[in-house]
């Protein structure tokens, strides 16, 4: 029972910077280990990056690594996601998600976001 909003998307060229945010709410948003994913057009849903929240253990997707950095504010229930280096081919809708349980890393997510779209321009 954790409600996620995904803001900070929008059209950035390449070499550009975007900070995506996520804002959680509801029953104990500070418990949940958060992911980021994307979805680019007539592709699966990737994993990007994720966070144990209350720590500062990170996990990267390899096409991510060194350009991307997940972080979080717990004072604001907040994670972002912060891109340097946009291509085009990080374009996609990013969405922000809640693992259920505590594992880790998480295999699964229970809560998303409605996503927002990144796009890269060449």
């Known amino acids: 029972q954790v409600q996620l909003a995904e803001s900070g998307g929008g059209l950035v060229q390449a070499g550009g910077s975007l900070r995506l945010s996520c804002a959680a709410s509801?029953?104990?948003?500070?418990?949940?280990?958060m992911g980021w994913f994307r979805q680019a057009p007539g592709k699966e849903r990737e994993f990007v990056a994720v966070?144990?929240?209350?720590?500062?253990?990170?996990r990267y997707a390899d096409s991510v690594k060194g350009r991307f950095t997940i972080a979080r504010d717990n004072t604001k229930n907040t994670v972002y996601l912060q891109m340097n280096s946009l291509q085009p081919e990080d374009t996609a809708v990013y969405y922000c998600?809640?693992?259920?349980?505590?594992?880790?890393?998480?295999?699964?997510?229970?809560?998303w976001g409605q996503g927002t779209q990144v796009t890269v321009s060449s």
């Open positions: 966070i144990r929240w209350g720590g500062v253990q990170t």
């Open positions: 998600a809640a693992a259920l349980d505590g594992a880790w890393p998480p295999p699964r997510y229970g809560s």
């Open positions: 509801g029953r104990a948003p500070g418990s949940y280990h």
